[in-house]
């Protein structure tokens, strides 16, 4: 049944860019990028997000960023999940520091880069002990935990 939805899903963006009379905005990119993130199949969403980067017209905010980097923690191979989160959070906050303020790194985004990086050991965050938790913000340089 995913497989039909990400393929329908596919085949819609693919017919919307195909028509001269349509526009693929950032809300079309979404759509696709949504059902790639709930569905862990971060390898497409990192391309799409590309795709975005890549174009003129489209410029990439927090949420496309969050949705790729959640694709990572919900991918059934998380080896290096978080380092790639941890990239995908120093670019957002490259884009930022050079004027796009619609990237700059929240709360949830945070959680998804901390949910990455617990996706590749046995702990499960709400086992994290204090120590952990302050790790973890000193290295992704956060000065509240986002977790409540």
């Not at 919307?16 to 526009?23: E, H, M, R, S, T």
């Not at 990119?29 to 862990?40: A, D, F």
């Not at 080896?79 to 790194?105: F, I, S, W, Y």
Request: hydrophobic content about 35%.
């Amino acid at each position: 049944e995913d497989k039909k939805a990400i393929s329908r899903a596919e085949r819609l963006f693919e017919k919307i860019k195909a028509d001269p009379n349509l526009k693929l905005d950032l809300a079309a990119h979404h759509g696709l990028l949504l059902n790639y993130s709930v569905r862990g199949i971060s390898p497409k969403a990192r391309r799409l997000l590309q795709a975005i980067l890549d174009s003129e017209t489209l410029k990439p905010n927090r949420n496309t960023f969050t949705m790729v980097i959640d694709s990572y923690s919900r991918s059934s191979s998380t080896a290096n999940a978080g380092e790639k989160a941890e990239e995908l959070l120093d670019q957002m906050r490259q884009l930022h520091a050079a004027g796009n303020t619609n990237v700059e790194p929240d709360n949830v985004c945070y959680a998804s880069v901390i949910r990455c990086k617990q996706a590749s050991t046995s702990k499960p965050i709400n086992e994290l002990t204090e120590f952990d938790k302050l790790q973890l913000m000193r290295e992704l340089q956060i000065e509240n935990w986002p977790f409540q």
